[in-house]
């Protein structure tokens, strides 16, 4: 009885416009009682709606909701209990829709950028920084975060991913994620799992033993829900060893809810759910932007008993409880502007710290500037803007993209500009690189050459190769032939080759630097940054040394179904290279300094199953500088592992000639094996090799520690 009239209350007040109220509005309680409680109140068809999208699907006649902000998804919500609606936006780098409203929201640098900063504290600012635009924008849920792992160089989707590396993408990603949520908007962590290339996403199964499955993209997965505890989990378009993402019990149920813990809600990518009794079964929870197989086919399944009504309840439960604990309902988006000057510091921020020196011959940088007289800027339309990922990611160029045609988008951030700025006292002249003959006289006339190249990728494809498109490397050849100090800039979505690396004198790789990466690539570039970014990513020499030399599927058609059989299993990046014995072009780990850094005293001690590595670092040059100092330990023989993994790391801020003792304690998980048999982790006993330095493959110092045995 006081329910019903708490029930009506609600409604009432709602059409007043004043704040919803009920029982489960009482913020003391915890969230899965307040979930709970609404659920009471719910009607059969109320609960339905909620676990689909509200988009019509081909052949259905519903129109699309009105109150939608033209997000990527919507699911109406339910006034009369105060449940909001969900407006969901992508959100990687940067609110991806601004929907209708055509409203401005930051460009930053591309997830992979963040990724190269190493820095944790930033991962969280580049989070809080999308969820905090997307409330603005009236968004409460951010389709932001992807765990999978750079494990396939080509992926036209690298872009969006953090690293290669398990561990560095657990711990930066959940940072992120819980910067997002702790705006009141709901995060996303997709696409689960093993969605490693784009060509055929639809119809391959990625194909791998469970040892390694746990070992490589579930890992990353595991620690950044972990760190976050993440409201939603998007399942993949594609197939793990057999099964659809989005109707696997292995990876819904078995894994993500039962030994992880999960307890927010899985929904599905894009169009990715296949079917309704099996996927709901499996631990399927909502299907996005359509009710395909959740909507009326779903009611009919529950009303035969096909599908038990208590699936439908945990359903249900999990949206609502993910949404009381993120904070949804006590805190509702109030839009208002985004400040586009508070975005473009963090983007700033991100792009100077992920910027990574990959080449500095002679200390050609940075440039000096008073004393350089002429600088010809050459190529990739630096003179109006820096390129963006494309695809869902995408984030509109603020003021429309500068470059017209093409496909690509390019963030109105001049290079060219910020460089007429630095060096005031030069004559800086630009050539569109189109024609490498005329790129090459202008560099020959020139004191210093700098060549900006890039590589479009987007969602959907993959790159055809690691070489650079559009004739780029010839660009790069006959400049350097013309120019003995070219310095190379390089705007990609992930690892290129590099055939005239040995000619330039330097590279600097910025990935998609977003809304300042303009800026930002002066900053560096004229020494009022120094660079700190090390490469979250492997670059190869070239594709034959890659696990896969050819990518299997088809670019630009739908391929009958195939296999994607990833047998290299536990060897994937830099773990693959240090297992054949690969030089790669550059390492996991590597960036230049226009400092240097000396490692020294390393400890390292065991404790039962906790390691703690200590260690000092000094800045041995003249400029202030940061070290991302790395830790990897070499598990015992019996393993069975790759001869090193990343454990841990610190970015450690040093003026010149200042040291620090560094103190890192290791999480047991971090050094353990998946045991199948026994279905669980476990650290073995015997001798750990730690290697302490500043990428995987110059590690200064080497210990030992003993693990025993349990
Ligand atoms: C992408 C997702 C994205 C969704 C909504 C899909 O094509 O794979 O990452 O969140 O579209 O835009």
């Known amino acids: 009885m006081t329910k019903r009239l708490v ?326 988006p109030s839009v208002h502007p985004v400040n586009p000057f508070t975005g473009a510091e963090v983007a700033q921020q991100v792009a100077e710290q992920s910027a990574v020196l990959l080449k500095n011959a002679n200390g050609q940088l940075p440039l000096r500037a008073g004393a350089v007289k002429s600088i010809a800027v050459i190529g990739s339309h630096a003179d109006v803007g820096v390129m963006s990922g494309g695809g869902s990611d995408q984030v509109d160029a603020a003021g429309g993209n500068p470059v017209a045609g093409g496909g690509a988008v390019w963030q109105p951030s001049a290079p060219l500009q910020a460089i007429r700025e630095k060096a005031a006292g030069a004559k800086v002249s630009y050539d569109a690189g189109t024609d490498p003959a005329s790129a090459a006289k202008l560099a020959a006339a020139t004191e210093v050459a700098i060549v900006f190249v890039n590589q479009h990728t987007s969602e959907g494809r993959d790159v055809a190769s690691l070489a650079l498109p559009d004739n780029q490397d010839e660009l790069v050849s006959r400049v350097a032939a013309a120019n003995a100090h070219t310095i190379v800039v390089l705007e990609t979505g992930g690892p290129v080759t590099m055939p005239w690396i040995d000619k330039v004198s330097g590279a600097l790789e910025v990935w998609y630097p977003g809304i300042r990466g303009g800026e930002a690539a002066a900053h560096i570039l004229f020494g009022s940054v120094n660079p700190s970014g090390k490469l979250p990513v492997t670059f190869p020499k070239s594709e034959e040394d890659l696990p896969h030399p050819v990518l299997e599927g088809l670019a630009g058609r739908t391929p009958a179904p195939f296999d994607v059989n990833y047998t290299e299993g536990l060897k994937t990046g830099y773990k693959w290279f240090d297992a054949e014995n690969k030089a790669p072009l550059f390492p996991f780990g590597f960036g230049l300094s226009y400092t240097t850094f000396a490692y020294s005293q390393l400890k390292a001690a065991a404790s039962g199953q906790n390691v703690t590595v200590t260690f000092t670092v000094k800045n041995t040059g003249r400029a202030a500088g940061a070290e991302v100092a790395q830790v990897y330990v070499g598990l015992p023989a019996n393993a069975g592992e790759p001869p090193r993994r990343l454990v841990a790391w610190e970015k450690v801020p040093l003026a010149a000639g200042e040291s620090k003792v560094v103190k890192v304690e290791v999480d047991p998980l971090y050094l353990s094996v998946f045991n199948v048999e026994r279905d669980g982790w476990e650290v073995l006993a015997g001798e750990y090799r730690v290697y302490v330095g500043g990428s995987s493959r110059s590690t200064a110092l080497a210990g030992t520690v003993r693990m025993a045995e349990r």
């Open 7 to 332: 029930v009506l209350g609600t409604a009432a007040m709602l059409a007043m416009g004043a704040a919803p109220s009920g029982p489960w509005m009482d913020k003391s309680l915890p969230p899965d009682r307040r979930a709970d409680l609404v659920m009471e109140q719910m009607t059969l068809d109320e609960k339905l709606g909620l676990v689909h999208g509200g988009s019509a699907y081909a052949g259905q006649a519903t129109p699309q909701p009105t109150q939608s902000l033209g997000g990527a998804g919507f699911v109406p919500g339910i006034p009369r209990l105060g449940i909001p609606d969900f407006q969901m936006t992508d959100g990687r780098s940067g609110v991806a829709n601004t929907g209708k409203r055509g409203r401005y929201a930051t460009a930053l640098p591309s997830s992979l950028a963040a990724g190269a900063t190493w820095d944790v504290k930033l991962a969280y600012e580049y989070g809080a920084l999308i969820g905090k635009e997307a409330r603005d924008l009236g968004f409460n849920v951010s389709l932001g975060g992807t765990a999978n792992l750079i494990r396939e160089p080509r992926n036209g989707r690298n872009f969006e991913c953090w690293s290669e590396d398990p561990i560095l993408i657990g711990k930066m990603l959940g940072r992120a994620l819980k910067g997002t949520q702790d705006q009141f908007v709901i995060g996303n962590i997709n696409r689960y799992a093993v969605n490693d290339q784009e060509n055929g996403r639809m119809v391959y199964s990625a194909n791998m033993d469970k040892r390694a499955l746990r070992e490589t993209d579930l890992l990353a997965f595991e620690i950044a829900i972990k760190e976050s505890d993440v409201g939603t989990v998007m399942c993949a378009y594609s197939k793990l060893n057999g099964v659809y993402a989005c109707e696997s019990p292995y990876l819904l149920t078995d894994v993500l809810k039962k030994a992880w813990g999960y307890k927010g809600w899985v929904m599905s990518d894009w169009g990715a759910a296949h079917s309704t009794v099996p996927s709901v079964l499996a631990g399927f929870d909502q299907e996005m932007p359509t009710g395909r197989y959740l909507g009326d086919a779903f009611k009919a399944a529950l009303e035969k008993g096909d599908a038990p009504t208590a699936r439908l309840d945990d359903m249900v439960h999990r949206i609502l409880r993910t949404e009381f604990a993120v904070g949804v309902f006590d805190n509702p």
